[in-house]
């Protein structure tokens, strides 16, 4: 019922820009209802969170590390979510995952990773310093 499918990942130099997206399939009836979120995970490192978009599009939060480079969008139309990603710094490096949460209509953003129920495969990003 929900396979997400994550693309755009690859190798950007040190400043760069990429724009990674996100479709989720079939989903319907089911994208437009729930929070949805980018995570990364680099080399022996825990998952972390970097980006989450509530299910109405109306509110975003942002890692730490993130915040003023990133921006997450979506459109619940064509059930996809994109994380454009700018001012990009060797340590962006890792794994990028899209995750659907489990919280129907949720009331804010989480980022735990227990609260994500379905998980994309990932794209992996390199950025070269």
């Known amino acids: 019922q929900v396979q997400l499918v994550e693309s755009g990942g690859g190798l950007v130099r040190a400043g760069g820009s990429l724009r990674l997206s996100c479709a989720c399939a079939?989903?319907?009836?089911?994208?437009?209802?729930?929070?949805m979120g980018w995570f990364r995970q680099a080399p022996e490192k825990e998952r972390e969170f970097v980006a989450g978009i509530s299910w109405s599009g109306g509110s975003t939060n942002y890692g730490d590390s993130v915040k003023g480079r990133f921006s997450i969008y979506r459109d619940n139309a064509k059930k996809t979510v994109d994380l454009q990603m700018s001012s990009l710094k060797s340590e962006d490096t890792a794994v990028y995952y899209c995750?659907?949460?489990?919280?129907?209509?949720?009331?804010?953003?989480?980022?735990?990773?227990?609260?994500?129920?379905?998980w994309g495969q990932g794209t992996q990003v390199t950025v070269a310093s």
């Open positions: 995750a659907l949460d489990s919280g129907f209509r949720s009331r804010s953003i989480s980022r735990a990773t227990s609260e994500y129920s379905y």
């Open positions: 079939p989903c319907e009836g089911v994208f437009s209802t729930y929070t």
